[in-house]
Every structure is written in structure tokens, then in C-alpha cells.
């Protein structure tokens, strides 16, 4: 394969901005190589070893949950005659649109032994205290890997349904000619061809489980995200937190690497995906159990929670409110711009950068720049402060150096900081949407600009942006809205005067009164409908 | 119609496939319409025709993909779709037809080795049976040493063979094959067909082979069927279909040779090539006809003088293995009635001539085959 | 090449510097307690002095904040609600002195640093709630201990600031082995796993998950104010413990001024004025908390509940076993 550009500012630029991104990774990592192992036996022989244990059961749950709401649910919607499939087809990706601190928030006041449930049993059984009766205790671990799993199993269901029905049709007909019903087909060719799709959602529901942090302090799961806050916070002892971070993005990927190690070599794209499927004809019962499955998780994940808030917004809304969601949310979306607009313009330059430059070693700088997505919020707000702090003062001192005053903070004190901790975090999701777009375009399009004169500003301008358009809003769309929900690097990063949608409502659950943000809650998940709405809308298989 | 003969008489009984004024209409289009087909164990049949004319639509409709509107579909005496004929809709699964089929791009399994790919029609044998089953089909396919590997590591070839290992597995009553060598290297092609044929013979296998290339059938085939327009047009021996073609369009369709339009009267018959005597002629047909001039039926007179006065002139020429091949047109001036003018008349030759060239040709006297356009 | 690099680092430059907005009459406060406690003081102050009152407000991670920015930190007051926090910030040399007559007289002595580092602003005390189904009973913090309680005591995590300040003052009191052992014992008798808030306790109790639950005082005021939370109060009575010995444990809200601050008069102003009679006053009213100056009355709904003998161990005290106290509550795994 012979690339076409040999830009030398090009190629600089790549290395810097993957350098730029990763450094708050490495600050991380040899922050923690250098901790003394003081704390640690201390943490070792009392806690760690059930947050550990807490943290790869939450997962597994999480996982497990997600896999079986998302592949069932595909399978169902692409493979059966299910009554209002059109519908379930994009209701089922709503949940994405909910951050799930707050599903876990109004689901406990929900089931709580005060909630309108327990309540309700109670009037009707005639019981008197806790002691009459069971019933299950939301705020534990499997609750609260129910709730994640609850909000993240679109994922699964949206890169799962894309994979069934980009399949080559002819692979189940000739299973079906070979004496396999439609069932059996669907289980030993359509399943085991999506595995990629599924593999790599799976490792993206993993990586926002370990990321979490709201929800499982919420529901009070030590997890590991709960020791490294509590060596940081607690002992203030920076560098075995950052050694415990670096353990838990070490984790995260060795996942990754195993997922595309076990998928190396399976690649299978359909020449002819086709909508004359064959589906399979469920009989009355069947029917019946498909329908509750999806409508449950449509109904549990999204239509529950947001008419939950909108009776909140309802009854305790007032104009005051209004003012303070106005300014909230203009930061909210402030930050969310620029850190997708940011986040895409880095994707662009180093997709394009890995097809089209002949660097040998073009996909490097696009592999490292994602590194951030598998580091959770609080870690990477802590590296952040442990990077842009020395370099804001390094600045100072030159700036002071020559003459004039010291302008202060101005990396890690301002937006600057959240608005990179946004772009470190989510630039994966950029790289990846916008990397699979430029897989899309053929090969010889990048060739022929070249054969026709046309340089490398003009094809890019002419040629692979305008093809890349739809996969370039997509990316923004995704990032925009993750910046929207992402709690934690805000909340630690904050400037003066700075209060997002997010930090706003998190600090209300903490102190039970989320009813006084629910109109915000409501703002979130809007925005977060946008992008569903858009792909849903747009002819794009994502 | 007269040539569909051979299969409308049910005389004889043991017909692997029965297809009965199969229907089909898809999206308020005809695809199918009223076709009647019948095919004898252990013949290979192949099923030429333009695109979009139904070749595909009635192999799926064999197989079970698609449903008829009306008509039948019966293999070995068991009846597999049938609607509206006597009754309502029946229909029975794919999975259940024992109907192999061999797909363009084989539709092989990515996710399984060569050896796990042919044993996946064979679930119901047990594990000996399976592995010698397998084994026969590897070594016969000459597959042996890819037993282990992944369809991508395979070669279009190779991979062709697989597609043909699994087909063959379950014991199909019958396969289909759709476009299976469009594939496939144009030099390993013949070979490839030719071997595959046999195998086919080998296992008495009735097969219907989906081809736009006619010369893909004189290999592979031993009948012959065209298709337009969800019809089926002619059905017969290759040689037969391509010797007395029963239409204009299975002509026109399998370019058996170029046309030429004459004025034909109850005895003789008028062309800008002269005038022929067709008395003995069996089919008579009056007023405007197309001549079917196979290039061999054509006389160059490449000496244009009294006896022998040029009717035509040289369009196009381009050089073949056999020589020249050109294109001769009607000289305007000949031309009293526009009809018969003609432009494109095939003609191959040992003779160099020159662009526009005038030359006198006329048509060997043999059993004239006329047609009209609209039938 | 050199020099399209230097009007990217420009443009650069300029992008940071629209980031960071900087006016001069100004002050700008790190903090740890919830804006709307903080903010009708803030307003007031502003209204007196014309001194803009910047705020970030975060529960967590303001002193790392503050230490990772040096020199260059635009902070000029930290707020805390706890006492450690403030000693924290004096022992890692993040905050300087401040020399001010009126601080210094208007709060009690035990109540401000001797080196001047650090003013408590409001007093709470430690109750205990218990449930009026069980009557009224004596309540010290070492009888959450008794066997008695098996299942019937609720609290948020053992790691809680104002729960580690709670155990370091019993590890000044009993010692490290006696204390452990308490929290075991505690541990043993909880209802359910440490969780929520000191109000979410509260609520448990109205609900009957337990009976007896660790509260600051001032959310009993404030639950009571609230329309939907006084059924939950109502259901409870607040406990002074300790009553007939060493008295109830102590914690404070407090203030200091960073050691890099920027604005330091406006500082030393807003602080003086946080501890005048006014604003001591507001504290008092609206958050049901007790005030600092001796001269400024308690709200009415908080002098009903009672005088109250206080612990008088000293508050440097409690910073000092913080670490400790932290670490027995792991070797307890209190919150597990």
C-alpha cells in the first residue's frame, strides 16, 4: 500500500497532538510508579481486596446485563416479525440518552422503603415495618450494575443491530438450504459473525462501568474508583492514587487489547446487506415475551425515568430555577462545544493523518490519543491538575521573566483544563466514529485527486471531508453529549462561578433534593436525545 | 410456444422438478409470470437470460426464499410451495427442501474453517459418518491440505470448491448454482467447469445453473433455458435452442447471429441482399420479417463488378484469432423501402477490406429462419 | 515553518487567556460548603463592601486543588466544614496568618489557631438521633457499642469527614485498641451498610429501618424546615451525648486565607465580616448552626432543644488523629 503525502509539519503536528493527549496518561503512570508502598499494605490487609472485588463483580454484572439486554433485544428487532418493530427499533436507544447517576437516584426514590412502590404494598398488604416483609434493596451492587446496565445496553444493541443487518443474507440462506431452521441459523451463523460488534461494545460498556463514579457512591459500592478517592482525598497521598489509577487504566486496557486480539483476522464485511430478510415468525407467546423484553428495557431505561422528572419538574419548578438553568446551561453547552469541536478537528487530523501520510508508524499517534477514554473522570481530573499545574507555572516563570506580570493560571485554573480533560477523555469516541468513516472511502479515492492534479488541501477539502460529513456529525454529536453527562473531571476542574448541568444536579442528589434540578436532569437527557434522533433520521449505519 | 413441447408433455413421469404456472409479484411488479418448467433427474440445466428477467427470483422461489403468488413448486413427487391452484398457501421451509445452492460469492462461513463449513449441512449424521462424509468431499475437492484454514486464506478457486463441498454434503435432491464462475479467473474457468461437471455427473446430481453466458452452458449444461421477462422463452438441448431458436428474442438474446429485414410474400422473399426462393421452407410468414443470418450463411463477393453489384458497405472492422470481422451496412441508394435497410450485419472473413468499402454480398442458400420482432 | 509555529502558540495563548476572566475588586473563595448556605452571606458582603465574591464550590479535592496550583492560585479564602481540613491546610503550609484584632477577639480562644492560621466560623455538635418510639433514652457515642443495638443504628460512610473527626476525638478519649474495637462493635450493629446522608438516616428511622442514627445538629433544624423532610424529623428526638461526662463532640466550619492569596485585604475584609454580629446572626438563623461569637443568640427552634455540655477537647487534637482515625475505620472495614 502506497501512501501519498510526506508532509513534515504534518507529521509533527500528529506526534504532538497524540503527545499532548497522552501526557496526562504518563504524568498518571509515573506518578504512580514513584509512590511509596506505605499506604498500600495498609489498604492491602484492610479494604482493597473487596473494592477489587466489588469493582470486577460490578463489571462482570454490568457486562453480563448489558450483553443480554442488547444482543436479545437486536436479534429480536432485526430477526423477528415483533409488532411495532419501527418504533422499538430507535426507542430502544433512548436510554443512551440518560446519565445514570440519575436513573439510580429516581429509581431509589422509587423502591425505597418511603418510595411510592413500597408505599403503595404496604396500604395494600396491610404491613406495618421493614420486618413484615421482603423486598429488594436497590442501593446495592446488583442494583446499582442493574442501572448501568440499564442506560448502557443501547450501545450494545445499537453496534450489535448494525452488525446483523449489514450481514450478508446469503450466509443464513445457505445455512437455511443446509437444514437449519431460522433459529438455529441465527444462533450458529448470525450470532457468531456479529461477535466483533458485540466484543467491542461489550468493552465500551466495561470502560463506562469502571469509569463510573456517581452511581456506585450513590448506591455506597466501594469500588476501586472509591479507594483511589479515598487515598487522594482521605490519607492525601497523590502517588498511590495515581499507582491505583494506573492499576485500573492498565485494566481497561488489557481488555481493549484482548478484545482486538480476539478479533484479529475475523474481519467479515457484506457485500450485500438485504432487506428482504427472512425473519422469524414468532407464534403468540413468543411474541408476547419479545414484546415485554423490549418494552421493559424501552420503558425501564427511558420512558420511566424522564416521566419520573418531568412530574418533579412539574411540581416543584419555579422561576428562579429558570435564571440558574439558563446560566448552567449555557456552560454546559459552552464546554460541550468546544471540547466536541476540538475532539473532531483531533480525529480528522489524525485519520486522515494514518490513511493518507506515509509515516510508517502513521496509526501511532491514533492508537495513543485515545489512551483517555480508558482513564475514569476523577483520575484523569487529578492528572490533569498534576500536568497543566507545574506547566502553568513553568509559563509564569517566564512570563514573569521577561518583565511583565504573571497572568496566573491560565491552563489549569480556567476551562482550558475541563474543556482538555473532555477532549482527552472522549477523543476515542471521535477517533473511532470518524476512523470507521474513513475506512468507508475507497481506496482509490485517494488517488484520484492526485491523477488529477489536485493537491492535498484540495482532496482533502473536495474529496474526504465532504464524504466524511455525516461520520464528522456523528463523532461531534457523540462527543457533545458525553461532555454533557460527564460528571466528575467538572466537578474537580471547575473555574470560579462555574456550575454545569451536571456538577449542579449531582450535587442535589448528594443532598437528596434532586426535585430542585429536574428541569436541568431534563435539559441533559434532551440534548442527549439529539444525536439518537439525527442518527436515527440520517441513512448512516451506525 | 410450440417449443416449450419437450416440457408441457407430462409423459414422462419420473421429472425431478415440477414447476406448474408459477406466478410471482413482488412490490406490484411481475417477476414471474405463468411459468411452467420441468426438469429429469440427473440433468443439468442451464438457465440463461438478461438481468432482472427472473432467472434469481426462481431459484429463490425453488429454494424457498421467495413465495410463489400462484403456482407450484414439487421436487421428487413432494409438493414444496404451491397458491391458488387447488387450495391455499402452503409452503414448505427452506431448510426442509433438500435444495442445495451455490451462491455468486459462495456465501461461505468467515467464522468457520473449510472442514467445519462442509460439515455444517451435516448435523444429523453422526460423528463417523460426518468425518467421512467430510473426508470423501476434501479429497474430491482436492481440498485436503486447506482442511484447517479460514475461507479468506483461500483463493477465489479454491474457495469456489468449498462452496461446492458443502452444497454437496447433505445430499441435495437438487442444486442450484447462481453465477458460480463469474468469479473465477477466465482461464481456470473452462478447466473448472468442466471438472465440476463431472462431479455433478458423478453424483447424479440435478442441477440448475444460473449463467448470462451462453457459452457457459454448452460446458456445463445439457439443457438449455432462456429467460425474458419472467417468462421462460425456449427449453432444449443447447444445440437444439441455438440451431432453431423458437423466437426473435432467444435469438436476438444468445446472438446466434446478426438480422436482416425482408419483405417476405407467400413464395419468395425480398432483402436489400438480394431475392431467395423459400418454397420448401417450412414456416411461412408473410409481410415484414427478420432474417437470421449466422455469420457462416453470409457470402463475401469481395469483386465488385456487373454480375455481382455492391450491396453493401463495410461500418467497422476489427481483427479476430479467425481473421477479419466486420460490420456492413445497406447502401443508402439501394433502398426503396426504408424497413429493409440495415446496419449492422455480422460478417467474418480471411479478406482485408477498407473502411466503406462497397461490397456485393448475398446469403447462402439453407433453411432460412425468419422471426418477427413483436412475438 | 518557526514562525507559523509561533502564531499558533499566539492564537493559543490568546484562546487560554479569553478563558480565564480577571476583574480587580474581587475575592475569590475555595469551598466546601454548598453554595446556598454560603451565598445570602456572600450577597450581603458584596451589597457592604462593593467586593465581588468569586466561588468554587466542590465536597471534594479543594486542598489538592489549592496545593497542585502554588504560587499562582487565584484562591484567597478557603471554607471548610470541618475542622481537620483546616489543620490539614496549616500543616502542608497552604495558608498564611492573619493578623486581625477583630477575629481575634470576636471568637473564643479554643475556637481560633494560636499562629493565627485558621477562625472557626460556626460550631455543631455530634447528635445522636434516636427514634421517640424508644422514649427518651441516655445516649453516650460509646453506648452505640451495646449489643442492644443490634440492627438498629444507621449512618453515612465511617469515612465522612465529620465521622472520622467523631472517632479521632474517642481515640484522644480511649485510645487506639478501645476504639477499634468500638467501631467493630458499631459496625456489628448497624442496620444496613453506611450510606447516604446524615437527613437519609434520618428518613431511614421515620421509615423503621432503625432506630438510632449519628446526625450533625443543625440538619435537624433545617429537616424541620422542610416541607417534606418534617415528617421524617418529627419522628425523632435529637441527643446531646455524653452529657454526664466529657461532653458531646465538637466540630466547627472554619476559614483560613491561602498562603498565595492574591486579594488579601478583600480576604481579611469578607473574613472579619463573616464573624461580625450580622452575619454571625444570619449563620445562626438560616443555618440552624451555633454561631461562634459568644454575644450572638442561637435561633429560636435551636434554643429549644436545650443548653448542652460540649467536649472541651482541643480541636488540633482531633486533626492530629484523623490519619489514625481513618485507618482504624478501614481495619474495622466500617463501610464494607
Redesign the interface.
Known amino acids: 500500500m502506497i501512501a501519498l503525502y510526506n508532509s513534515r509539519?504534518w507529521k509533527l503536528s500528529s506526534y504532538i497532538i497524540a503527545l499532548v493527549l497522552i501526557v496526562p496518561v504518563l504524568v498518571m503512570l509515573v506518578g504512580g510508579v514513584s509512590a511509596s508502598t506505605q499506604l498500600y499494605a495498609?489498604?492491602w490487609?484492610?479494604?482493597l481486596p473487596?473494592y477489587l472485588e466489588n469493582t470486577l463483580l460490578l463489571a462482570f454484572w454490568v457486562v453480563l446485563l448489558a450483553l443480554f439486554f442488547g444482543v436479545f433485544s437486536a436479534a429480536i428487532i432485526t430477526q423477528t416479525n415483533i409488532v411495532f418493530k419501527q418504533q422499538l427499533r430507535w426507542l430502544l436507544l433512548l436510554p443512551l440518552a440518560m446519565p445514570a447517576y440519575l436513573v439510580a437516584y429516581l429509581y431509589t426514590d422509587l423502591f425505597?422503603?418511603?418510595g411510592p412502590v413500597q408505599r403503595a404494598l404496604r396500604a395494600w398488604f396491610g404491613w406495618q415495618?421493614?420486618t413484615d416483609y421482603w423486598f429488594f434493596?436497590i442501593?446495592t451492587l446488583p442494583g446499582a450494575a442493574l442501572m448501568l446496565a440499564l442506560v448502557l445496553f443501547p450501545y450494545i444493541y445499537m453496534l450489535t443491530r448494525g452488525a446483523f443487518e449489514q450481514q450478508?443474507q446469503?450466509?443464513i440462506?445457505?445455512?437455511?438450504?443446509?437444514?437449519?431452521?431460522?433459529k438455529?441459523?441465527f444462533f450458529?451463523?448470525a450470532l457468531?459473525?456479529a461477535?466483533p460488534a458485540i466484543a467491542v461494545s461489550a468493552s465500551l460498556v466495561l470502560m463506562e462501568t469502571l469509569a463510573d463514579f456517581a452511581t456506585v457512591q450513590y448506591?455506597?459500592v466501594?469500588t476501586l474508583t472509591t479507594a483511589i478517592?479515598?487515598t487522594?482525598?482521605?490519607?492525601?497521598d497523590?502517588g498511590a492514587a495515581n499507582a491505583l489509577a494506573s492499576i485500573l487504566m492498565l485494566l481497561v486496557l488489557f481488555v481493549v487489547l484482548a478484545e482486538q486480539r480476539s478479533r484479529a483476522?475475523?474481519?467479515?464485511q457484506s457485500?450485500?446487506p438485504n432487506l428482504t430478510r427472512?425473519l422469524i415468525q414468532l407464534s403468540f407467546g413468543q411474541q408476547f415475551i419479545a414484546s415485554v423484553f423490549c418494552w421493559a428495557l424501552v420503558i425501564l431505561g427511558f420512558l420511566l425515568p424522564i416521566t419520573l422528572l418531568i412530574i418533579m419538574a412539574v411540581q416543584y419548578s419555579d422561576v428562579a430555577q429558570l435564571s440558574v438553568l439558563l446560566s448552567t446551561g449555557i456552560n454546559s453547552l459552552k464546554v460541550s462545544v468546544f471540547a466536541a469541536t476540538i475532539a473532531v478537528i483531533i480525529a480528522l487530523s489524525l485519520g486522515l493523518y494514518q490513511r493518507l501520510h506515509n509515516d510508517k508508524f502513521r496509526q501511532i499517534p491514533q492508537l495513543i490519543s485515545g489512551f483517555g477514554y480508558a482513564v475514569p473522570g476523577t483520575v484523569l481530573?487529578?492528572a490533569m491538575?498534576?500536568t497543566l499545574?507545574p506547566l502553568?507555572?513553568w509559563l509564569?516563570g517566564v512570563v514573569e521573566f521577561i518583565g511583565f506580570t504573571?497572568?496566573?493560571?491560565?491552563?489549569?485554573?480556567?476551562?482550558?483544563a475541563v474543556v482538555f480533560a473532555l477532549v482527552v477523555r472522549f477523543s476515542a469516541i471521535a477517533n473511532g466514529t470518524i476512523a470507521s468513516g474513513i475506512k468507508q472511502i475507497p481506496r482509490s479515492l485517494d488517488y484520484a485527486p492526485a491523477s488529477l492534479g489536485v493537491n492535498l488541501i484540495g482532496s482533502l477539502t473536495k474529496v474526504h471531508l465532504p464524504i466524511l460529513t455525516p461520520a464528522i456529525l456523528v463523532a461531534w454529536l457523540l462527543v457533545f453529549v458525553e461532555a454533557m453527562k460527564e460528571l466528575p473531571a467538572v466537578?474537580?476542574l471547575?473555574?470560579?462561578?462555574?456550575e454545569t448541568l451536571s456538577s449542579q444536579i449531582y450535587?442535589l442528589i448528594?443532598?437528596?433534593m434532586l426535585e430542585q434540578g429536574a428541569l436541568g436532569a431534563i435539559l441533559i437527557v434532551l440534548f442527549g436525545l439529539l444525536p439518537i434522533v439525527l442518527l436515527n433520521n440520517s441513512k448512516e449505519k451506525v | 410456444m410450440t417449443a416449450l413441447l419437450t416440457t408441457q408433455s407430462p409423459i414422462k413421469p419420473i421429472a425431478l422438478l415440477t414447476i406448474e404456472q408459477l406466478s410471482i409479484t413482488l412490490q406490484e411488479k411481475v417477476v414471474l409470470s405463468t411459468l411452467d418448467l420441468s426438469l429429469d433427474e440427473g440433468d443439468i440445466l442451464g438457465l440463461v437470460g438478461a438481468s432482472g428477467c427472473g432467472k434469481t427470483t426462481l431459484l429463490n422461489a425453488i429454494a424457498g426464499f421467495s413465495k410463489p403468488t400462484k403456482g407450484k413448486v414439487i421436487i421428487d413427487g413432494h409438493l414444496l410451495s404451491s397458491n391458488g391452484l387447488s387450495g391455499g398457501e402452503y409452503s414448505v421451509p427452506a431448510e426442509q427442501r433438500q435444495v442445495g445452492m451455490i451462491f455468486q460469492d459462495y456465501a461461505l462461513f468467515p467464522h468457520l474453517t473449510v472442514k467445519e463449513n462442509i460439515a455444517f449441512g451435516l448435523g444429523k449424521l453422526g460423528r463417523a459418518e460426518q468425518l467421512e462424509q467430510i473426508g470423501h468431499l476434501l479429497t474430491l475437492l482436492k481440498l485436503n491440505e486447506y482442511r484447517d484454514s479460514y475461507i479468506h486464506q483461500l483463493s477465489g478457486g479454491q474457495q469456489q470448491r468449498v462452496a461446492i463441498a458443502r452444497a454437496l454434503a447433505p445430499k441435495p435432491k437438487l442444486l442450484l448454482l447462481d453465477e458460480p464462475f463469474s468469479n473465477i479467473d477466465a482461464r481456470l474457468r473452462n478447466e473448472l467447469m468442466v471438472e465440476i461437471r463431472q462431479l455433478l455427473k458423478q453424483f447424479k446430481m440435478t442441477a440448475i445453473f444460473v449463467t448470462h453466458n451462453k457459452d457457459e452452458v454448452f460446458t456445463f449444461a445439457d439443457k438449455m433455458a432462456v429467460m425474458a421477462q419472467g417468462k421462460l422463452l425456449q427449453l432444449d438441448a443447447p444445440n437444439i435452442v441455438c440451431q432453431q431458436p423458437n423466437s426473435y428474442q432467444v435469438a436476438d438474446f444468445l446472438q446466434l447471429g446478426s438480422w436482416l429485414p425482408c419483405q417476405v410474400n407467400s413464395a419468395n422473399v425480398h432483402s436489400l441482399l438480394g431475392d431467395f426462393d423459400i418454397a420448401n421452407s417450412g414456416d411461412k410468414q408473410t409481410g415484414l420479417a427478420y432474417l437470421l443470418v449466422k455469420p457462416s450463411k453470409l457470402q463475401l463477393n469481395s469483386l465488385v463488378d456487373k454480375q455481382n453489384i455492391a450491396n453493401a458497405q463495410v461500418e467497422y472492422i476489427s481483427v479476430t484469432e479467425q481473421g477479419y470481422h466486420y460490420y456492413l451496412s445497406s447502401l443508402d441508394g439501394l433502398a426503396k423501402d426504408k424497413s429493409l435497410a440495415f446496419s449492422k450485419l455480422s460478417l467474418y472473413s480471411d479478406i482485408a477490406l477498407s473502411f466503406k468499402q462497397k461490397v456485393a454480398v448475398s446469403i447462402k442458400p439453407h433453411d432460412f429462419l425468419f422471426f418477427n420482432k413483436n412475438n | 515553518m518557526l514562525r507559523k509555529s509561533f502564531t499558533t502558540l499566539f492564537i493559543a495563548l490568546f484562546f487560554m487567556v479569553t478563558f480565564s476572566a480577571s476583574a480587580s475588586d474581587e475575592v475569590n473563595v475555595y469551598s466546601y460548603r454548598q453554595p446556598f448556605l454560603v451565598e445570602p452571606l456572600f450577597t450581603q458582603f458584596t451589597e457592604q463592601t462593593g467586593i465581588k465574591v468569586n466561588v468554587v464550590f466542590a465536597k471534594k479535592g479543594m486542598a489538592e486543588r489549592l496545593a497542585r496550583e502554588g504560587k499562582y492560585s487565584p484562591a484567597d479564602i478557603l471554607l471548610t466544614t470541618d475542622i481537620s481540613r483546616l489543620i490539614e491546610l496549616r500543616d502542608k503550609d497552604l495558608v498564611q496568618a492573619v493578623n486581625s484584632s477583630v477575629l481575634r477577639s470576636s471568637i473564643p480562644k479554643q475556637y481560633q489557631a494560636q499562629d493565627n492560621t485558621w477562625f472557626a466560623l460556626t460550631t455543631r455538635v455530634r447528635n445522636i438521633y434516636s427514634a421517640k418510639r424508644l422514649g427518651k433514652i441516655d445516649l453516650n457515642y460509646e453506648y452505640l457499642a451495646d449489643e442492644k443495638y443490634k440492627g438498629r443504628i444507621c449512618t453515612r460512610s465511617g469515612k465522612h469527614p465529620y465521622n472520622v473527626a467523631l472517632v479521632a476525638s474517642m481515640i484522644s478519649e480511649h485510645g487506639e485498641a478501645y476504639t477499634l474495637d468500638w467501631l467493630k462493635k458499631v459496625k456489628n450493629n448497624l442496620a444496613r451498610k453506611p450510606q447516604g446522608s446524615d437527613r437519609g438516616q434520618v428518613q431511614a428511622i421515620h421509615q423503621k429501618l432503625c432506630d438510632i442514627s449519628l446526625g450533625n445538629s443543625y440538619y435537624f433544624g433545617k429537616m424541620l424546615k422542610d416541607e417534606k423532610q418534617k415528617i421524617w424529623a418529627d419522628e425523632v428526638y435529637i441527643n446531646f451525648p455524653n452529657q454526664n461526662n466529657r461532653g458531646a463532640h465538637i466540630n466547627i466550619s472554619g476559614i483560613a486565607m491561602a498562603k498565595y492569596a492574591p486579594n488579601v485585604e478583600n480576604a481579611q475584609a469578607l473574613m472579619e465580616f463573616l464573624v461580625s454580629k450580622p452575619a454571625q446572626a444570619l449563620y445562626a438563623q438560616t443555618n440552624m448552626e451555633y454561631p461562634v461569637r459568644e454575644d450572638v443568640a442561637v435561633s429560636k427552634l435551636v434554643a429549644s432543644w436545650g443548653g448542652y455540655k460540649a467536649d472541651d477537647l482541643p480541636l488540633e487534637d482531633i486533626a492530629k488523629n484523623r490519619t489514625t482515625a481513618l485507618k482504624l475505620i478501614d481495619q474495622a472495614q466500617f463501610d464494607l
Request: charged letters at 20%; proline letters at 5%; glycine letters at 8%.
Open positions: 509539519s495498609h489498604l490487609q484492610t479494604v473487596s425505597d422503603y418511603a415495618s421493614p434493596d442501593r450478508d446469503n450466509l440462506r445457505a445455512s437455511r438450504l443446509l437444514g437449519l431452521t431460522a438455529q441459523s450458529k451463523v457468531p459473525l461477535r448506591f455506597s466501594n478517592y479515598d487522594w482525598l482521605g490519607y492525601g497523590l483476522g475475523l474481519r467479515h457485500a450485500r427472512e481530573a487529578m491538575l498534576s499545574g502553568d507555572h509564569n504573571a497572568p496566573g493560571l491560565i491552563l489549569s485554573g480556567s476551562l482550558f466537578l474537580l471547575r473555574p470560579f462561578n462555574f450535587q448528594s443532598d437528596e
